[in-house]
């Protein structure tokens, strides 16, 4: 029988001559453990019945728009679509792309490559069944085994087995933010690792640390130019970076969508940033206590997207552009999305639909807090010039 998450964090901390795991293996087992992870477990986490929202959860606006902007890229490039979604949870965004899609244009529908990459036995699940009438356009791939369930890499290493190279659309929502990271802080000019312990006395989960050693993390904040702030924490993605450079080495040309919550690494020099960006979530309330109740919460941290994007300049791609995602969505053409209607029911779903849109573009919305980062290897210019600040003029006179 399988330890539990409980029994095999215990039995780490206990294998280790300073009692104590790096917060990077904590995370991992409590986000990725075979049977009792957060995101391995066979319940919503999704939605108003789980513990957040994201963006496809609001209206399907959103995947509609990311669909009549990706048709647009692939009929400038001249390709048929061939699109990779990376983590794809619940299978909603992907429903909801593929119905937009075949109303949109039913030959490209049919012509259509939709890859899911995932690792949750029990999301995988949720996508087939979400997926059943658009089965004939999706591939999945890395069928999640019990014996690396829990290593960020093993999915990536299957597909690089059964599909030796890709070329087209990559996206992923809201996925880097939940890869584990290490924690570091400075304490009276040295810098220490925070990692966790065990108390027995009290039956809980406790933050350790002991002086910085790790030379990979040394390497991470010298290459990036990270010199943390007297009392500041910080968080070090190691698994991010590899991340980038396995996909970069898979992803032979197209175009690369990351979203997700992060910022630029300039930025930690805000006291906004001091104690580092970790938060949890559960039944949509926000917290910054990992160690109470582990693999019951999610766990994430911000997205440094300078660091990805340099990382992945040094395997060939080139930053299209780091864009607030309602400014992106507002160029993909979500107020083409709007539609005139004299309803006054505020349900009506033109009504819902309309409202969703304004959610979505509103810095006050879901969107405020979140980024686009576009990368791109070998597209021609003409892709690259749909890429064009948005201006609301052609919109004003409709009265929107």
């Given at each position: ?5 409980k ?10 001559p ?7 293996d ?8 075979p049977?009792d ?7 919503d ?6 513990d ?10 959103f995947?509609?728009?990311i669909?009549?902007f990706v ?7 001249e ?20 119905d ?5 244009d039913?030959e490209?529908?049919?012509?259509t ?9 029990y999301?995988l ?5 979400l ?20 290593d960020?890499m ?5 597909v690089?087995?059964?599909l030796?190279?890709?070329e ?34 009290h039956d ?6 002991r002086?910085?050693a790790?030379?990979?993390?040394l390497?991470?904040?010298e ?8 009392g ?12 980038v ?17 992060g910022?630029c690494?300039?930025?930690?020099e805000?006291?906004?940033y ?13 917290d910054?206590?990992?160690y109470?109740q582990?693999?019951?919460k999610d ?10 994007s ?39 779903p033109?009504?819902k639909k ?22 791109a ?5 003409k892709?690259l ?12 006179k409709?009265?929107?």
């Open positions: 029988m399988m330890p539990s998450l029994q095999e964090l215990i039995s780490r901390i206990s294998a280790d300073g009692q104590m795991i790096s917060f990077r904590f995370m991992n087992l409590c986000l990725y453990h049977e992870g957060y995101y391995m477990q066979s319940r986490k999704i939605g108003k019945q789980g957040y929202y994201t963006s496809s959860s609001v209206h399907p606006v995947a509609e728009t669909a009549h048709r647009k890229i692939c009929v400038a490039w390709k048929r679509i061939t699109f990779c979604e990376m983590g794809a949870g619940t299978g909603r965004f992907a429903r909801q792309f593929l937009a899609l075949h109303e949109i039913s490209a529908y049919h012509q490559r939709y890859l899911i990459i995932e690792k949750s036995p999301h699940r949720q996508q087939q069944h997926l059943a009438k658009h089965i004939s356009q999706v591939t999945w791939a890395g069928h999640p085994g019990e014996k690396d369930a829990g960020n093993a999915v990536k290493n299957r690089e087995n059964s030796p190279s890709f087209g659309i990559l996206f992923s929502n809201e996925l880097v933010d939940a890869f584990p990271v290490y924690v570091v802080e400075k304490r009276k000019g040295v810098l220490y690792e925070i990692g966790v312990g065990y108390d027995d006395r809980r989960f406790v933050e350790k640390c002086p910085l790790n030379e990979h993390i390497t991470y904040l290459e990036f130019g990270i010199h943390p702030l007297e500041q924490r910080l968080e070090v993605h190691l698994d991010a970076l590899e991340w450079r396995k996909v970069s080495a898979w992803f032979k040309a197209g175009l690369w969508f990351t979203v997700d919550y910022f690494t300039k930025e930690l805000s006291p906004v001091k104690r580092g960006t970790l938060r949890c979530f559960y039944q949509h309330q926000v910054s206590d990992p109470e582990p693999g019951q766990i994430t941290a911000h997205v440094p997207f300078d660091v990805l340099q990382t992945a300049e040094k395997m060939g791609w080139g930053q299209v552009g780091l864009y607030p995602q309602t400014e992106f969505l507002l160029m993909a053409g979500i107020m083409d999305r709007l539609e005139e209607h004299r309803e006054t029911d505020p349900f009506h033109v009504a309309n409202r969703a849109i304004h959610h979505l573009i509103s810095p006050q919305g879901i969107s405020g807090a979140l980024q686009v980062l576009t990368l290897k070998g597209v021609p210019d892709v010039n749909l890429f064009q600040p948005f201006s609301f003029a052609k919109y004003l409709k009265g929107y």
